[in-house]
């Protein structure tokens, strides 16, 4: 017979929340038990001694053990069940929120919904905290929604110790672009992304030349000038709010780079363009008539 301690909550701001806990527990499970269901929300479940089997695929079971968690997402149905001689103790802690997803994306759960961790005695304790938080007044839910936070900031850590290179430094990759992307309006360079991404300056530029056939300063700068470009195209913006708003600080500078990249001065980049557009749109036109003239000969 299982044995169980499960704690419930229905935020009373559910719909409004980035991020909310519904629930949380432990479960001893009986030999052979065996669950599936269909969840509207996320749950996370941390394996703290046994054995048990999960469904990754269609009739396709993997082995989970103490040291293992494993991921139910949305609107996915998932079967799992435990051990009959040596069945499983787990934790979980189900949650929703605008920010659940982004989370996960920060966890080894982006790549699988199994995740075999270096330790979990940090992470029960901290699902443990989680529980122990009991009540639905906002401060209540504030607080678990802060203690949940604290999980997954461990399991991000978690992720980053057991995350490797990868083939080909991918991973190193991804985290390197979405630095750039989310940051060129600010004053980085090279060594910042590197830090960011852990890795050697030097490590960092034979990525990208591998990867992208370009250096990370190049790529930096292309992001910028690619950027500059739409801005420019917003005719209430000066040469130097555009330059400051893609990461340079220095007008001038930024004036040589953009030429040197879209051959053509930043100030008259919309002329350019507009330019370019109408052009194009004359000779659409002009294919339209041809095309016309040559239908009403055919008739």
Known sequence: MNSKE????????????????????????SPGYEFSAVRDHYVIHVITSGVGYVEVSPGNFETLAAGDAFLISPMKTVTYRADQQDPWRYEWVGFS????????????????????????????????????????????????????????????????????????????MEKAVTFVKNNYSRHIDVSAIADYVGISRSHLYRLFMKQAGISPNEYLTRVRINQACALLRDASLTVRQVAHSVGFSDQLYFSRVFHKFKHVAPSNYLKEAYASDSALLLECHSKKETKQKNSETSL
Not at 6 to 29: A, D, H, I, K, Q
Not at 108 to 117: G, N, V, Y
Request: aromatic residues 12%; contains cysteine.
């Open 6 to 29: 499960f704690v419930y909550w229905m935020p009373t701001l559910r719909e409004n929340l980035s991020l909310s806990v519904y629930y949380t527990g432990f479960e001893n499970c």
């Open 97 to 172: 929120g605008t920010e659940a997803g982004r989370l996960i994306s920060l966890t080894d759960f982006h790549k699988s919904p199994i995740f075999h961790l270096p330790e979990t005695n940090s992470l029960v304790k901290l699902l443990g905290d989680v529980r122990k938080v009991v009540g639905n007044t906002a401060a209540d839910e504030a607080l678990r929604t802060g203690r949940l936070y604290v999980f997954f900031s461990k399991l991000m850590k978690l992720s980053e110790t057991n995350q490797s290179v990868g083939r080909f430094g991918v991973d190193h």
